[in-house]
């Protein structure tokens, strides 16, 4: 159940797709949550977030090999 290209979910401080993306593949590549807020820009609890809504989604591992 992810947005559209870009689209705004009700997430607080995460609103677009490409920061969902990235926070997936930079978990998969080995960064700390921390240490991906920081590259991200957004608050540390954002990729517990994202990354607990992406492995409830599955889409964790597979999404690192699409691209």
């Not at 009700?10 to 997936?24: F, L, Q, S």
């Not at 949550?33 to 517990?48: D, L, M, V, Y």
Request: glycine share 4%.
């Amino acid at each position: 159940v992810w947005p559209e290209n870009g689209a705004q979910i009700c997430m607080g401080e995460v609103t677009e797709m490409t920061k969902y993306r990235d926070i997936i593949s930079l978990s998969n590549i080995g960064f700390s949550q921390r240490s991906i807020a920081a590259r991200c820009q957004c608050s540390r609890n954002t990729p517990a977030k994202v990354l607990s809504r992406a492995a409830l989604a599955h889409l964790i591992n597979s999404m690192a090999h699409s691209h």
